[in-house]
T-cell receptor, first 109, second 116 residues
């Protein structure tokens, strides 16, 4: 079966750095997405990785290792507004988007 | 940037009634629109994919006669939940893509449906 694993919840301190991991087992791979979702709102796109390596975009970076079926989202200089769920999703060989359950990130002052 | 709107944002209805949710791409033409459902603390579940002018493609387990999707124009898709029941209560989210590509889908703000 297809599976996306990410931690259910993480806590970090304002101003710090946090890394949210995602591992996947899917039938094929056509890219991995990270989305941010605030409670009661729709997801917003953060990043898309299809090649191995690190993609940096401001305070957020996303890393992919296809051989390991692994990605992480790195958030730097955390702000209170970063408190949200972070969803990992993989596009499989049939171009079906397989979603993780999300990691709830709690930021403390 | 690409903006997608949904209406209504919240709806409460009685069991057995039908509810229509609209999804609009405001500043681009959406070749493809996607409809998702999300239960509390769970992932998004794709319900169906619709292309303008053609019938929607439903995911396995989604009843096409219960969840009617119409994508009549390049800027509007509607989802009608027919004969809604309490178990249909959920957060319904649409997304739209100009090119049909998964790496550029823009999400609407979602519609919270509560069926009493």
């Amino acid at each position: 079966g297809q599976n996306i694993d990410q931690p259910t919840e993480m806590t970090a301190t304002e101003g710090a750095i946090v890394q949210i991991n995602c591992t996947y087992q899917t039938s094929g791979f056509n890219g991995l997405f990270w989305y941010q979702q605030h409670a009661g709102e729709a997801p917003t796109f953060l990043s898309y990785n299809v090649l191995d390596g690190l993609e940096e975009k401001g305070r957020f970076s996303s890393f992919l290792s296809r051989s390991k079926g692994y990605s992480y989202l790195l958030l730097k200089e955390l702000q209170m507004k970063d408190s949200a769920s972070y969803l990992c999703a993989v596009l499989d060989s049939n171009y079906q988007l397989i979603w993780g359950a999300g990691t709830k990130l709690i930021i403390k002052p | 940037g690409a903006v997608v709107s949904q209406h209504p944002s919240r709806v409460i209805c009685k069991s057995g009634t039908s509810v229509k949710i609209e999804c609009r791409s405001l500043d681009f033409q959406a070749t493809t629109m996607f409809w998702y459902r999300q239960f509390p603390k769970q992932s998004l579940m794709l319900m169906a994919t619709s292309n303008e002018g053609s019938k929607a493609t439903y995911e396995q387990g989604v009843e096409k006669d219960k969840f009617l999707i119409n994508h009549a124009s390049l800027t509007l898709s509607t989802l009608t939940v027919t004969s809604a029941h309490p178990e249909d209560s959920s957060f319904y989210i649409c997304s739209a893509s100009e090119s049909g590509g998964w790496n550029e889908q823009f999400f609407g703000p979602g519609t919270r449906l509560t069926v009493l």
